[in-house]
Nanobody, 125 residues
Framework: QVQLVESGGGLVQAEGSLRLSCVAS????????MAWFRQPPGKEREFVAA??????????YVADSVKGRFTISRDSTKNTAYLQMNSLKPEDTAAYFC????????????????WGQGTQVTVSS
Protein backbone atom coordinates (compact mmCIF):
# COMPACT_ATOMS: atom_id res chain seq x y z
CA GLN A 1 0.00 0.00 0.00
CA VAL A 2 1.53 3.28 -1.13
CA GLN A 3 1.29 6.22 1.23
CA LEU A 4 2.17 9.83 0.52
CA VAL A 5 3.38 12.47 2.98
CA GLU A 6 3.70 16.11 1.97
CA SER A 7 5.84 18.75 3.60
CA GLY A 8 7.20 22.21 2.93
CA GLY A 9 4.10 24.36 3.16
CA GLY A 10 3.92 27.55 5.15
CA LEU A 11 3.37 31.29 5.12
CA VAL A 12 5.28 33.34 2.58
CA GLN A 13 5.07 36.86 1.21
CA ALA A 14 4.08 37.53 -2.38
CA GLU A 15 6.95 36.96 -4.84
CA GLY A 16 8.53 34.54 -2.41
CA SER A 17 9.34 30.86 -2.95
CA LEU A 18 8.56 27.53 -1.36
CA ARG A 19 9.45 23.95 -2.20
CA LEU A 20 6.98 21.21 -1.43
CA SER A 21 8.07 17.61 -1.03
CA CYS A 22 6.04 14.44 -1.33
CA VAL A 23 7.57 11.22 -0.05
CA ALA A 24 6.01 7.95 -1.18
CA SER A 25 6.36 4.88 0.95
CA UNK A 26 5.44 1.34 0.07
CA UNK A 27 7.41 1.03 -3.19
CA UNK A 28 5.31 2.97 -5.70
CA UNK A 29 5.50 1.72 -9.25
CA UNK A 30 7.98 3.51 -11.44
CA UNK A 31 5.15 3.96 -13.92
CA UNK A 32 3.16 5.97 -11.42
CA UNK A 33 2.38 9.54 -12.15
CA MET A 34 3.04 11.76 -9.20
CA ALA A 35 1.08 14.96 -9.18
CA TRP A 36 0.17 18.04 -7.20
CA PHE A 37 -3.32 19.39 -6.86
CA ARG A 38 -4.48 22.31 -4.77
CA GLN A 39 -7.72 23.44 -3.20
CA PRO A 40 -8.11 27.16 -2.53
CA PRO A 41 -10.45 28.19 0.27
CA GLY A 42 -14.08 27.69 -0.76
CA LYS A 43 -13.15 26.32 -4.17
CA GLU A 44 -12.80 22.95 -5.84
CA ARG A 45 -9.58 21.00 -6.07
CA GLU A 46 -7.57 21.89 -9.17
CA PHE A 47 -4.65 20.43 -11.03
CA VAL A 48 -1.22 22.01 -10.59
CA ALA A 49 1.42 19.70 -12.06
CA ALA A 50 2.22 16.06 -12.77
CA UNK A 51 5.27 14.04 -13.66
CA UNK A 52 5.96 10.53 -14.81
CA UNK A 53 9.01 8.64 -15.92
CA UNK A 54 9.47 6.93 -19.23
CA UNK A 55 12.36 5.33 -21.06
CA UNK A 56 13.11 8.67 -22.67
CA UNK A 57 13.04 10.63 -19.43
CA UNK A 58 10.48 12.51 -17.34
CA UNK A 59 7.27 13.84 -18.83
CA UNK A 60 5.68 16.79 -17.08
CA TYR A 61 2.34 18.55 -17.21
CA VAL A 62 1.86 21.98 -15.68
CA ALA A 63 -1.29 24.05 -15.33
CA ASP A 64 -1.35 27.28 -17.31
CA SER A 65 -2.00 29.26 -14.14
CA VAL A 66 1.40 28.32 -12.70
CA LYS A 67 3.45 27.72 -15.85
CA GLY A 68 6.75 29.56 -15.71
CA ARG A 69 6.55 29.87 -11.91
CA PHE A 70 6.17 26.30 -10.64
CA THR A 71 8.39 23.35 -11.51
CA ILE A 72 7.69 19.72 -10.74
CA SER A 73 10.50 17.21 -10.39
CA ARG A 74 10.98 13.71 -9.13
CA ASP A 75 13.78 11.74 -7.50
CA SER A 76 12.98 8.08 -8.03
CA THR A 77 15.85 6.96 -5.81
CA LYS A 78 14.12 8.70 -2.91
CA ASN A 79 10.53 8.04 -4.05
CA THR A 80 10.01 11.77 -3.75
CA ALA A 81 8.32 14.39 -5.89
CA TYR A 82 8.96 18.09 -5.50
CA LEU A 83 7.08 21.22 -6.41
CA GLN A 84 9.28 24.29 -6.60
CA MET A 85 7.08 27.36 -6.38
CA ASN A 86 8.54 30.74 -7.30
CA SER A 87 7.02 34.19 -7.66
CA LEU A 88 4.14 33.17 -5.45
CA LYS A 89 0.93 35.16 -5.58
CA PRO A 90 -1.89 35.51 -3.03
CA GLU A 91 -4.11 33.49 -5.38
CA ASP A 92 -1.74 30.54 -4.93
CA THR A 93 -3.00 30.25 -1.36
CA ALA A 94 -4.43 26.76 -0.99
CA ALA A 95 -4.07 23.35 0.55
CA TYR A 96 -1.67 21.45 -1.69
CA PHE A 97 -2.13 17.71 -2.13
CA CYS A 98 0.22 15.12 -3.54
CA UNK A 99 -1.29 12.27 -5.55
CA UNK A 100 -0.03 9.10 -7.21
CA UNK A 101 -1.54 6.70 -9.70
CA UNK A 102 -1.78 5.72 -13.34
CA UNK A 103 -4.38 8.11 -14.74
CA UNK A 104 -5.54 8.12 -18.33
CA UNK A 105 -5.61 11.89 -18.13
CA UNK A 106 -2.85 13.18 -15.83
CA UNK A 107 -4.55 16.50 -15.20
CA UNK A 108 -7.76 15.06 -13.75
CA UNK A 109 -7.95 14.03 -10.11
CA UNK A 110 -10.17 11.01 -10.71
CA UNK A 111 -7.28 9.05 -12.15
CA UNK A 112 -5.23 9.13 -8.97
CA UNK A 113 -5.90 6.52 -6.30
CA UNK A 114 -3.42 7.55 -3.60
CA TRP A 115 -3.53 10.94 -1.89
CA GLY A 116 -1.58 12.65 0.84
CA GLN A 117 -3.09 14.63 3.69
CA GLY A 118 -2.11 17.97 2.22
CA THR A 119 0.07 20.88 3.23
CA GLN A 120 -1.11 24.45 3.55
CA VAL A 121 0.46 27.24 1.54
CA THR A 122 -0.50 30.79 2.42
CA VAL A 123 0.78 33.74 0.39
CA SER A 124 0.37 37.19 1.91
CA SER A 125 0.18 40.35 -0.17
Amino acid sequence: QVQLVESGGGLVQAEGSLRLSCVASGRPKSSYYMAWFRQPPGKEREFVAAITLSWSGPTTYVADSVKGRFTISRDSTKNTAYLQMNSLKPEDTAAYFCAAGTPSHPTTSSGYDVWGQGTQVTVSS
